[in-house]
């Protein structure tokens, strides 16, 4: 009987190490967002400094990973913000959220 649960704790363990490395895999080929998209998670995305967001301007593409939105030069005086978009979905599994960090 001890035999069996050191096998089974063993498969678990090597399912795990697994599934880190096709997430760790996915996220390396086809990028952090992709991730954030189709299976949940957090995305920052860093904006230059002396830059800030437009924040109605962001838009994923629906059938890719990427996002395209638009920033503009921030004026004097103007301080940092950062903007978190979160995905609300019907199930409330595999939500995404997107972060805009100003510098």
């Given at each position: 009987m001890?035999?069996?649960?050191?096998?089974?704790f063993g498969?678990?363990?090597?399912?795990i190490f697994v599934a880190v490395i096709l997430y760790w895999g996915v996220s390396l080929i086809f990028g952090a967002q992709y991730v954030t998209k189709e299976f949940g998670g957090t995305?920052?995305?860093?904006?230059?400094s002396g830059k800030?967001?437009?924040?109605y301007t962001v838009?994923?593409?629906p059938k890719g990973s990427n996002i395209w939105y638009?920033?503009?030069?921030?004026e004097a005086g103007?301080?940092?913000k950062t903007y978190t978009f979160h995905e609300s979905s019907n199930l409330g599994?595999?939500?995404?959220?997107?972060e805009f960090v100003e510098h």
């Open positions: 001890k035999d069996n649960a050191k096998a089974g498969c678990l363990i090597a399912l995305s920052t995305i860093d904006l230059p800030k967001l437009v924040p838009q994923w593409e638009l920033t503009e030069d921030a103007y301080s940092p599994a595999l939500e995404g959220t997107i």
